[in-house]
T-cell receptor, first 111, second 114 residues
Framework: GQSLEQPSEVTAVEGAIVQINCTYQ??????LSWYQQHDGGAPTFLSY????GLEETGRFSSFLSRSDSYGYLLLQELQMKDSASYFC????????????FGGGTRVLVKP | GAGVSQSPSNKVTEKGKDVELRCDPI?????LYWYRQSLGQGLEFLIY????????KSGLPSDRFSAERTGGSVSTLTIQRTQQEDSAVYLC????????????FGPGTRLTVL
């Protein structure tokens, strides 16, 4: 089966940088996705990494190291609206059409 | 275009009753997923549809849970003889074929079993 580990909570101030780490164990691996979920809202897709390296999309970047079974989501120039939960998710060879989600990291941005 | 819609948005029921939750995916999305999320927790996979067939039902917690999809579109998740531990937000998502990593989620149905 799969398992994912990510910190439960991170607090930072506006304008700061936050890195949310995600380590995973899977039987085979296709890629690592990141989703954002505001309180009471639906998860929304942020990024997907299938290959090693950094993917940048505006203020958010996502990194993957397949050899280390590790990835992270980098949130830069934090804004109050970035306060949300962030989930990493993996798809693996045992269930190619199924995403397995981590427990989520709650990010609290303070003024 | 329209996103994924779910109904009802909230459902309160008594223990032992049956409930039906509905999901309308994005038009043209062949893949449809159901998840369950308890308060402050991650998403728990329930079932996956490709078209009208469900090749992966591995996440359904018990035989009280069932789901169907008709016309390659609307899906219904049915929970029979509800229990208090079924209380959660039930989320539906859809994606184009071959794009399982980027799923589009509906707003969810909050189920409360008294």
């Amino acid at each position: 089966g799969q398992s994912l580990e990510q910190p439960s909570e991170v607090t930072a101030v506006e304008g700061a940088i936050v890195q949310i780490n995600c380590t995973y164990q899977t039987s085979g691996f296709y890629g690592l996705s990141w989703y954002q979920q505001h309180d009471g809202g639906a998860p929304t897709f942020l990024s997907y990494n299938a290959l090693d390296g950094l993917e940048e999309t505006g203020r958010f970047s996502s990194f993957l190291s397949r050899s280390d079974s590790y990835g992270y989501l980098l949130l830069q120039e934090l804004q109050m609206k970035d306060s949300a939960s962030y989930f990493c998710a993996v798809r693996d060879q045992a269930a190619v059409n199924k995403l397995t989600f981590g427990g989520g990291t709650r990010v609290l941005v303070k003024p | 275009g329209a996103g994924v819609s779910q109904s009802p948005s909230n459902k309160v029921t008594e223990k032992g009753k049956d409930v039906e939750l509905r999901c309308d995916p994005i038009s043209g999305h062949t893949a449809l997923y159901w998840y369950r999320q308890s308060l402050g927790q991650g998403l728990e996979f329930l079932i996956y549809f490709q078209g009208n067939s469900a090749p992966d039902k591995s996440g359904l917690p018990s035989d009280r849970f069932s789901a169907e999809r008709t016309g390659g579109s609307v899906s219904t998740l049915t929970i029979q003889r509800t229990q208090q531990e079924d209380s959660a937000v039930y989320l539906c998502a859809s994606s184009p074929a071959g794009r399982s990593d980027e799923q589009f989620f509906g707003p969810g149905t909050r189920l409360t079993v008294l």
